[in-house]
């Protein structure tokens, strides 16, 4: 991976029972996910920090491991 630094908004916080589509992106603590197979999420959020995992009937990609600073994420680690 590589460093970088941005600001970028927030992502919506995971929930579980819910309606995701392609390319919506959420967090888990300071991890950020991308749905990459639309679906509707399960009972646990996902917690991997490389690769795909799948939560229900939603597939989640990694997308980066951050630091909150005020109201933005600066990401400090990020997949290629």
Do not use: M, N
Not at 13 to 33: F, H, L, M, N
Not at 42 to 50: K, M, R
Not at 68 to 73: C, H, T, V
């Amino acid at each position: 991976g590589t460093i970088k630094i941005q600001k970028v908004p927030s992502p919506l916080e995971w929930k579980g029972a819910t309606s995701y589509r392609v390319k919506d992106t959420v967090s888990v603590g300071k991890i950020t996910y991308e749905c990459t197979i639309a679906g509707v999420s399960g009972g646990t959020a996902p917690s991997h920090v490389t690769g795909t995992a799948v939560d229900g009937t939603v597939t989640w990609k990694w997308v980066s491991t951050s630091a909150y600073i005020g109201w933005a994420f600066v990401p400090i680690v990020t997949e290629q």
